[in-house]
């Protein structure tokens, strides 16, 4: 069949739309080769554009980008993106590559015909597909409301397999002709200088920060594209330039810094050329330090002079407050609305935090676009397609339909069916999740509705969401190879974090055979907090346990009193603790409990008696920097040992089970340590007086096992070869200890 794309149509539809700074969208709607064939008469048409093709097969002469590397399109100007969906649809990736497009760019959005495209399973789908749920059998309520949103948009060109004639200008919601007004002035885009008002404005306020007196923060938001993390790099620049500070940025992630990095070097450069002084740029940049927020905490380094926080909505609060009291002048910069994650609850929730701790604080938004104009329609397209622009109902609605509702709010599911059909629930209720954790993205749209094991409850009021709870169905593994892989850490079937952590981090190799409701999300609308409303969507959640016969309600999160002590009133309890720290949050995970059935509530004393007698020596080693008000809240909600060291292995299965996976290399050093300390003290004289281990190999288990000293930093006393070589080891030593022990008895 002839191509339905015609050049001269074409260049002049790009024609207006770089008159306009717009960003079109071709929607090509056919078989995998024939859109491949349009793909490459596309690019014909254009052969002087910079391009990328996102697929997973060859279609144009270079080599196709795989779908996983969408991210890596950040910082990029390109003019077309090419995106073949036949092999799967990312949603995180389709945000960030979009973002990478400038205006007058096209993308070419390549699927299978729209009734193929709701029939045929997603490959992209994995992502969210658990245990023991395929992929191919997940509901397709993602991938049908993004044609829904496609379909509904007049500014997407679509052009189908089957239609024979060429594109009109009217198909594409533009007119063919615009008023002089209109014509877009494209940004200039110097890396070394400011290409808005914004932006200037941006640099000029962090400069101030920097310049001026302490504990005046500066907050810095924006949507994609407005040029933030280039502001930051570019008023770092001009710092480096004067010297005599030292700067830290920190980010959730280095790559997250590369922008920043990026314009910072324009800046030395471009003095460099300006002056004519030599001056060595690569040197400049390392006085421009970068740290993970929890090194920043973790180390004993000199605070900051000043301290660069870049996507700060990505870390969560309790993290940002330890900087703001650690650091004298701080910015934090954050995207509003992205593919990553979501800065609405930065605001809300950190907002507060600011008040109390350095009312002089100070806020800008950059709202000028840099690489397109402000009213560009494929930025609307991935805001409505993805909902990144989703928020909770108004403030002032929530407190009217409080008086208009005397009966309150009620509990009830979300038909999930139904919620497709419902755009303004699906929208209030993401937006309640976007302000419930620092990361809710795009993806998670596709979990809450096509996630195989998620329900959802919600608390309605006059018609609107006041409250809402996400739980995840995990656990009933009856297959006793598969439960004796995953304490072995050989298996991590899917979306099952509670039996896992329990069985191959707490010791308990039986919990996933029971049955469990983790929450995965809880929130309640800032309106209306304090009232007891998650308490109450908590006691619905037990109601419905109980009819379903679930053995244990659960959830995990980055430990903090507010959050142990909220859970704590609810009824549940510490069942275990993370012994590593989260490198993005520097927190430490947390798992508690609520036990609903007899058999759960054996599981829930088995884990709480195990995490009373590990706790002691945990606290001494890994945990040794873990808050104290923290550690203490975990232990005043824990039971009073009767005999710490029994509790070890007591209901486990046995301690030798836990001790052979360790020297097998399937338990890691942190989660074996209480029972090595135990082992050690019992049986070290034993073993060294048999002749098992000699005075090198028992001063190797003291050390690790009794004095919790880091292994990289033993590896030299003990002429290994780095800690893994060390902790191999370890393995060996403690496998002739466990070879002829008397045994372990209280």
């Given at each position: 069949m002839d191509s339905s794309l015609d050049t001269q149509w074409l260049r002049d539809q790009r024609a207006l739309a770089r008159a306009r700074g717009h960003r079109l969208t071709l929607w090509l709607r056919g078989s995998p080769e024939w859109t491949a064939d349009?793909?490459?008469r596309l690019v014909a048409a254009l052969p002087e554009i910079d391009r990328v093709c996102l697929a997973e097969r060859p279609i144009l002469a270079e080599p196709s980008r795989p779908l996983r590397s969408a991210i890596r399109l950040m910082g990029m100007d390109l003019d077309l993106l090419i995106l073949d969906v036949h092999d799967g649809f990312d949603p995180d990736g389709f945000g960030a590559a979009t973002g990478a497009i400038r205006g007058g760019g096209l993308l070419a959005l390549l699927t299978p015909p729209v009734a193929e495209w709701l029939r045929r399973p997603d490959p992209q789908s994995e992502r969210i597909s658990v245990w023991p749920f395929e992929p191919s059998g997940l509901s397709r309520r993602f991938i049908a409301r993004l044609i829904a949103v496609l379909e509904s948009d007049p500014t997407v060109v679509r052009i189908d397999q089957d239609r024979a004639e060429p594109m009109t200008a009217s198909v594409a919601g533009v007119p063919s002709t615009l008023p002089h007004d209109r014509t877009y002035q494209p940004t200039r885009t110097?890396?070394?200088r400011p290409s808005t008002p914004d932006q200037a404005e941006a640099v000029a306020a962090i400069l101030k920060t920097a310049h001026g007196r302490p504990r005046r923060p500066l907050v810095l938001t924006a949507h994609r594209?407005?040029?933030?993390?280039?502001?930051?790099?570019?008023?770092?620049?001009?710092?480096?330039?004067?010297?005599g500070r030292r700067l830290v940025v920190t980010a959730p992630r280095r790559d997250a810094v590369e922008t920043l990095y990026r314009h910072a070097g324009a800046v030395l450069i471009d003095v460099e050329r300006s002056t004519g002084q030599t001056r060595d740029g690569a040197t400049a940049l390392q006085s421009l330090v970068f740290r993970s927020p929890a090194e920043l905490l973790e180390y004993d380094e000199p605070a900051?002079?000043?301290?660069?926080?870049?996507?700060?909505?990505?870390?969560?609060?309790?993290?940002?407050?330890?900087?703001l009291e650690r650091h004298g002048r701080v910015v934090f910069a954050s995207t509003v609305h992205g593919y990553e994650g979501t800065g609405r609850g930065f605001e809300i929730r950190f907002r507060e935090t600011l008040e109390r701790l350095t009312p002089d604080w100070r806020a800008i938004t950059l709202d000028t676009p840099i690489r397109w104009a402000a009213d560009d329609p494929l930025e609307r397209l991935v805001f409505r397609a993805l909902l990144l622009d989703a928020a909770p109902a108004a403030r002032q609605d929530i407190q009217e339909s409080a008086s208009a509702d005397p009966a309150g709010p009620n509990a009830h599911w979300l038909d999930r069916d139904a919620l497709l059909r419902d755009e303004p629930t699906l929208r209030e209720l993401f937006g309640l999740l976007v302000l419930a954790h620092y990361q809710t993205r795009p993806l998670d749209l596709r979990m809450l509705l096509d996630g195989p094991n998620v329900r959802v409850l919600v608390l309605r009021q006059a018609g609107h969401l006041i409250g809402t709870l996400l739980v995840a169905e995990e656990g009933g593994m009856g297959d006793p190879d598969l439960r004796a892989a995953i304490f072995r850490g050989q298996r991590?079937?899917?979306?099952?974090?509670?039996?896992?952590?329990?069985?191959?981090?707490?010791g308990l190799p039986e919990a996933p055979i029971h049955r469990y409701w983790r929450v995965i999300r809880i929130v309640v609308h800032p309106a209306v907090t304090g009232r007891g409303l998650g308490r109450r969507m908590l006691t619905a959640l037990e109601q419905a346990a109980r009819v379903e016969r679930i053995d244990l309600l659960g959830a995990s999160f980055g430990a903090t009193t507010e959050l142990l002590a909220?859970?704590?009133?609810?009824?549940?309890?510490?069942?275990?603790i993370g012994t590593s720290r989260n490198a993005a949050s520097g927190e430490h995970a947390a798992v508690v409990l609520r036990a609903i059935s007899v058999a759960g509530e054996r599981l829930l004393e088995d884990a709480g008696r195990r995490l009373t007698s590990s706790l002691p020596v945990w606290l001494a080693g890994p945990l040794r920097t873990l808050d104290p008000e923290i550690a203490a809240t975990l232990i005043g909600a824990l039971p009073v040992p009767d005999s710490a060291e029994c509790a070890l292995h007591a209901g486990s299965g046995g301690w030798r089970r836990e001790l052979e996976s360790f020297v097998a290399g399937h338990r890691t050093l942190e989660a074996s340590l209480p029972l090595?300390?135990?082992?050690?003290?019992?049986?070290?004289?034993d073993a060294l007086s048999a002749g098992r281990i000699d005075r090198r190999e028992a001063a190797l288990l003291v050390a690790a096992a009794l004095q919790c000293r880091p292994l990289t930093g033993l590896a030299r006393h003990f002429d290994a070869r780095g800690r893994e070589a060390l902790l191999e080891r370890l393995r060996q030593v403690c496998g002739r200890l466990i070879d002829h022990p008397p045994g372990i008895r209280p």
């Amino acid at each position: 069949m002839d191509s339905s794309l015609d050049t001269q149509w074409l260049r002049d539809q790009r024609a207006l739309a770089r008159a306009r700074g717009h960003r079109l969208t071709l929607w090509l709607r056919g078989s995998p080769e024939w859109t491949a064939d349009e793909a490459r008469r596309l690019v014909a048409a254009l052969p002087e554009i910079d391009r990328v093709c996102l697929a997973e097969r060859p279609i144009l002469a270079e080599p196709s980008r795989p779908l996983r590397s969408a991210i890596r399109l950040m910082g990029m100007d390109l003019d077309l993106l090419i995106l073949d969906v036949h092999d799967g649809f990312d949603p995180d990736g389709f945000g960030a590559a979009t973002g990478a497009i400038r205006g007058g760019g096209l993308l070419a959005l390549l699927t299978p015909p729209v009734a193929e495209w709701l029939r045929r399973p997603d490959p992209q789908s994995e992502r969210i597909s658990v245990w023991p749920f395929e992929p191919s059998g997940l509901s397709r309520r993602f991938i049908a409301r993004l044609i829904a949103v496609l379909e509904s948009d007049p500014t997407v060109v679509r052009i189908d397999q089957d239609r024979a004639e060429p594109m009109t200008a009217s198909v594409a919601g533009v007119p063919s002709t615009l008023p002089h007004d209109r014509t877009y002035q494209p940004t200039r885009t110097d890396p070394a200088r400011p290409s808005t008002p914004d932006q200037a404005e941006a640099v000029a306020a962090i400069l101030k920060t920097a310049h001026g007196r302490p504990r005046r923060p500066l907050v810095l938001t924006a949507h994609r594209g407005r040029g933030k993390s280039a502001a930051l790099g570019l008023a770092a620049g001009r710092l480096l330039i004067e010297g005599g500070r030292r700067l830290v940025v920190t980010a959730p992630r280095r790559d997250a810094v590369e922008t920043l990095y990026r314009h910072a070097g324009a800046v030395l450069i471009d003095v460099e050329r300006s002056t004519g002084q030599t001056r060595d740029g690569a040197t400049a940049l390392q006085s421009l330090v970068f740290r993970s927020p929890a090194e920043l905490l973790e180390y004993d380094e000199p605070a900051a002079d000043l301290l660069l926080v870049d996507e700060a909505a990505s870390i969560p609060a309790p993290l940002l407050t330890a900087l703001l009291e650690r650091h004298g002048r701080v910015v934090f910069a954050s995207t509003v609305h992205g593919y990553e994650g979501t800065g609405r609850g930065f605001e809300i929730r950190f907002r507060e935090t600011l008040e109390r701790l350095t009312p002089d604080w100070r806020a800008i938004t950059l709202d000028t676009p840099i690489r397109w104009a402000a009213d560009d329609p494929l930025e609307r397209l991935v805001f409505r397609a993805l909902l990144l622009d989703a928020a909770p109902a108004a403030r002032q609605d929530i407190q009217e339909s409080a008086s208009a509702d005397p009966a309150g709010p009620n509990a009830h599911w979300l038909d999930r069916d139904a919620l497709l059909r419902d755009e303004p629930t699906l929208r209030e209720l993401f937006g309640l999740l976007v302000l419930a954790h620092y990361q809710t993205r795009p993806l998670d749209l596709r979990m809450l509705l096509d996630g195989p094991n998620v329900r959802v409850l919600v608390l309605r009021q006059a018609g609107h969401l006041i409250g809402t709870l996400l739980v995840a169905e995990e656990g009933g593994m009856g297959d006793p190879d598969l439960r004796a892989a995953i304490f072995r850490g050989q298996r991590r079937p899917r979306g099952h974090l509670l039996p896992q952590t329990l069985s191959a981090h707490a010791g308990l190799p039986e919990a996933p055979i029971h049955r469990y409701w983790r929450v995965i999300r809880i929130v309640v609308h800032p309106a209306v907090t304090g009232r007891g409303l998650g308490r109450r969507m908590l006691t619905a959640l037990e109601q419905a346990a109980r009819v379903e016969r679930i053995d244990l309600l659960g959830a995990s999160f980055g430990a903090t009193t507010e959050l142990l002590a909220f859970w704590q009133t609810c009824g549940f309890v510490p069942a275990q603790i993370g012994t590593s720290r989260n490198a993005a949050s520097g927190e430490h995970a947390a798992v508690v409990l609520r036990a609903i059935s007899v058999a759960g509530e054996r599981l829930l004393e088995d884990a709480g008696r195990r995490l009373t007698s590990s706790l002691p020596v945990w606290l001494a080693g890994p945990l040794r920097t873990l808050d104290p008000e923290i550690a203490a809240t975990l232990i005043g909600a824990l039971p009073v040992p009767d005999s710490a060291e029994c509790a070890l292995h007591a209901g486990s299965g046995g301690w030798r089970r836990e001790l052979e996976s360790f020297v097998a290399g399937h338990r890691t050093l942190e989660a074996s340590l209480p029972l090595l300390s135990v082992l050690t003290r019992r049986h070290l004289a034993d073993a060294l007086s048999a002749g098992r281990i000699d005075r090198r190999e028992a001063a190797l288990l003291v050390a690790a096992a009794l004095q919790c000293r880091p292994l990289t930093g033993l590896a030299r006393h003990f002429d290994a070869r780095g800690r893994e070589a060390l902790l191999e080891r370890l393995r060996q030593v403690c496998g002739r200890l466990i070879d002829h022990p008397p045994g372990i008895r209280p």
